[in-house]
């Protein structure tokens, strides 16, 4: 299956400035300029040269397993009695998730652009995992910054990461979660620019990040409208992703976003409730401001000061989001509902005992909504969703809390 | 030592011809960096008044972020610090105002775009004028960025203050050169704030790069520990700019701030004042 896109498919944006409207955009330190505008000139000349693009191609197919499959689901579909729901395995792509499309491809350019040195910051650990992987697999020396706090959620992905020879560094300053290992991968790049590529994780950060990592993301939509094609002989309805910086939402949104009928949901993490000042769900409750490179909707305070936020999934703890779903909200083109800790377990265990998929929990978010909306559809109508990660990493931090629910 | 209308002028041009006077005077300018509120704005005042009493001749006062990705452990630290005490935007230019009764010394804040852009850039250039601020420096608001807050800022006779880094080509240098005022402020390695042993061993090609491109004023700041430093990179300089080594005293000592710190910096001005 071809991966790679049509031209004439490719967005118009963001603008010349890096800018989705009035978002995005280059906020960083004069020493970074250089090395964003030759990145920029780098991805550019790469993403148009055939060669690139096969060697990326190849990496998907032959070591990361792609296409991941378009599953239909069809016990959860009976259950619900609505909507017929497909899932996009991700979870299905080596090392359990997304993640991996973005860093085999970042980490090529790397080399393209002869930096022997990788840095990444990570929340629940899956984008430091599959960037140690990329390294690993390139021979790249990687370096992962991680918050504290979430280096004691995600053991296991800590130790994979120091398995294939990552160092990780766990980062003390902040809130010690994912803004703060962002922030400190920062400080490292700011350093050290001249040697060293940063593997963003997400659709954040200044242009190109957003750009890039969407372009690598984008299989995820491009595959599924295909094998959608093959299966239904049409479009799915409703397409829902979990949204946290909103890497594999846009990956599965840039593959419709030209099909007006095709509604986009994206499913933020709404913590302990969005009425409560334990969440994260940035475009729900977040106004606009500038973190990380780009102006973007952000949890803040009245000041301008980032404001602690909560998840109970380390992948979707963190205060901002990628400058395009602020785009994509304020047209309307893409919709952005949230849900709790609560529901989200609770479909971390529905999806596992009604499928025998044990879901990431930030997938349980897009899962969870798929529950509320897919009974009050039509039969004939279909709901794809992105079944961004395996939930392997989240079993030992579910299993403690639902013990304290059930007991 | 300064006294109120000793520089008629204020913003841009009260940078501008601080650099004018201490070059007329056979010497370069020392900047001194405190982070707003640490320990309280209050103790910051005194501070001021103090590191103005010994001559220096600018004061960047910094503002704390909950993210401040350019700057070291010391100034994060004092950040936080500062920020416990509640420490604003607002409250800081109420500091300057009342400050401004009694001192002269051109004062630049220092801080990260969001605080900025929250405040209202419009709003804050007409509030930062009226308090007596004369310019700002914002780290991770770079050139391509810039214009916006620039223009509002020079309406209000403020200076965009703008950086440059080892890593900035001379297209970017002469762009930056061309919309400057007050003065330009060279980072003297790649990495953030924070002492160092050594000097960048590019730092004196680099300035005498940005001399033959403008001749605007250069400090360069980040990474100055001695007084033997600062005079040497002085001998390619215009000014020379002290953060962390003062931030991380006024963060360790129990003496009284602005004794300690007025002290602190007397090594400094003689190294300077006297370095033409």
Not at chain 1, 353 to 378: C, N, Y
Not at chain 2, 43 to 68: A, C, H, M, R, Y
Request: aromatic content about 6%; hydrophobic content about 40%.
């Amino acid at each position: 299956m071809a991966v790679t896109p049509p031209a004439a498919l490719a967005p118009a944006l963001p603008d010349s400035q890096g800018r989705f409207g009035v978002y995005g955009g280059r906020f960083i330190p004069e020493t970074l300029m250089p090395a964003v505008d030759e990145l920029e000139k780098a991805m550019d000349e790469a993403l148009a040269d055939d060669s690139f693009r096969a060697e990326v191609d190849a990496y998907l197919k032959d070591y990361v397993g792609r296409p991941t499959s378009l599953y239909f689901a069809e016990r959860m579909t009976q259950d619900l009695g609505g909507a017929k729901i497909y899932f996009k395995r991700e979870d299905l792509a080596h090392t359990g998730a997304h993640k991996i499309n973005n860093t085999i491809g970042q980490a090529l350019l790397a080399r393209r652009m002869g930096k022997k040195r990788v840095i990444a910051e990570t929340g629940a650990g899956q984008h430091g995992v599959a960037t140690a992987t990329a390294c690993a697999l390139l021979g790249l020396e990687c370096i992962v910054y991680m918050g504290e706090e979430d280096t004691e959620r995600q053991k296991l992905n800590v130790y994979r990461m120091k398995l294939m020879g990552a160092k990780v560094v766990p980062v003390t300053s902040g809130t010690r979660t994912l803004k703060d290992a962002m922030n400190e991968a920062i400080r490292d790049w700011v350093t050290n620019v001249r040697t060293t590529h940063y593997i963003i994780g997400t659709v954040s950060g200044p242009h190109p990040f957003p750009k890039m990592v969407r372009e690598f993301q984008s299989v995820i939509g491009r595959e599924s409208r295909i094998q959608m094609m093959d299966r239904e002989g049409r479009l799915p309805g409703v397409c829902v992703a979990c949204v946290g910086g909103g890497s594999n939402s846009m990956g599965l949104f840039n593959g419709f976003i030209q099909d007006e009928n095709v509604r986009l949901i994206g499913v933020e993490a709404a913590g302990k409730g969005v009425e409560t000042n334990e969440h994260c769900a940035s475009l729900t409750k977040g106004e606009p401001g500038v973190l990380h490179g780009a102006l973007t909707y952000l949890i803040q305070d009245r000041d301008g000061q980032i404001a602690p936020v909560h998840s109970i999934s380390a992948g979707l703890d963190y205060p901002g989001v990628g400058p395009e779903h602020c785009y994509l909200k304020d047209t309307g083109r893409a919709e952005y509902v949230s849900i709790t800790d609560d529901e989200a377990l609770d479909s971390f265990t529905y999806m596992s005992r009604m499928e025998g998929i044990i879901p990431a929990l930030e997938t349980a978010h897009a899962v969870a909504h798929v529950r509320k909306i897919a009974p009050d559809m039509s039969p004939d109508q279909i709901i794809l969703v992105c079944l961004s990660g395996r939930g392997d990493k989240d079993v030992e931090a579910a299993a403690r809390y639902l013990k304290e629910v059930f007991e | 030592m300064n006294q109120p209308g000793q520089l008629a002028a204020r913003g841009a041009a009260a940078l501008e011809q601080a650099f004018i006077r201490r070059r007329e005077r056979g010497g370069k300018c020392l900047v001194t960096y405190i982070m707003a509120g640490d320990p309280d704005l209050g103790t910051t005042g005194k501070i001021i008044q103090g590191l103005s009493s010994v001559d220096v001749d600018v004061i960047e006062l910094g503002l704390p972020f909950s993210d401040p990705m350019a700057d070291g452990p010391v100034i994060q630290a004092a950040g936080q610090r500062s920020l416990r005490q509640g420490t604003s935007l607002s409250k800081t230019l109420k500091l300057v105002e009342e400050i401004r009764l009694t001192i002269d010394t051109p004062i630049v804040f220092m801080t990260y775009y969001n605080l900025f852009y929250r405040y209202g850039m419009e709003r804050f250039a007409e509030d930062a004028a009226r308090a007596g601020v004369d310019g700002v420096i914002v780290p991770d608001l770079p050139l391509e960025e810039a214009d916006e807050f620039n223009a509002l800022l020079e309406k209000h006779g403020l200076a965009y203050i703008y950086l440059i880094a080892p890593t900035s080509t001379n297209a970017r240098i002469q762009s930056i050169a061309d919309k400057a005022r007050g003065f330009i402020y060279y980072v003297s390695r790649t990495g953030v704030t924070g002492e160092q042993k050594s000097i960048a061993e590019d730092l004196a090609e680099n300035v005498e790069r940005i001399h033959s491109i403008t001749d605007k004023p250069v400090a360069v700041g980040f990474g100055i520990s001695s007084p033997e430093q600062a005079s040497q990179i002085a001998s390619h300089a215009d000014g020379v700019v002290i953060g962390s080594a003062i931030v991380r005293l006024i963060g360790e000592t129990a003496e009284l701030h602005e004794r300690v710190t007025a002290r602190f910096v007397k090594p400094y001005i003689e190294a300077l004042h006297s370095n033409g």
